[in-house]
């Protein structure tokens, strides 16, 4: 095979690439704007994105893992829930309410085509950010 028929496979294969990057940018960016239109998702403190998109899989932010529990993200959301006890009315309705966000976030993110699964992984980004705006405020 020639040296020009190399490169034009090459670069070919290189576009196509190239190509399939940007459209895997661009489904990420039309689902973040489709969490965005919902009112529900839209006006939660904490803003439930994807990340990125493997095949048919949506990797979606989440602030609750199995070593992260939904208590530690409310009180991270909610600073003022720190003072509540564990039987608060108000702790089991923050539960309810983060279920559901996050719940809607997944549907959202399913119904869009291409889309069969959803993946939540932690936002540690999220944590440490809040956890320096926290040191910051408390500075002042």
Wanted: hydrophobic letters at 40%.
């Amino acid at each position: 095979m020639s040296d020009r028929k190399q490169f034009i496979i090459v670069m070919l294969v290189a576009a196509i690439f190239v190509g399939w990057l940007g459209w895997r940018g661009f489904e990420v960016i039309s689902l973040n704007q489709a969490l965005k239109a919902d009112e529900m998702v839209a006006n939660y403190p904490y803003q439930h994105r994807v990340l990125r998109v493997e095949g048919g899989t949506a990797i979606m932010s989440s602030l609750r893992s199995h070593e992260t529990s939904t208590h530690e993200a409310l009180t991270t959301i909610f600073p003022s829930m720190r003072n509540l006890g564990d039987n608060d009315r108000d702790w089991q309705r923050a539960e309810r309410e983060l279920a559901q966000v996050q719940a809607q976030a997944g549907n959202i993110v399913l119904s869009a085509s291409g889309i069969d699964r959803v993946r939540w992984e932690l936002d540690e980004n999220w944590y440490h950010l809040a956890s320096m705006k926290s040191q910051q405020n408390s500075r002042y």
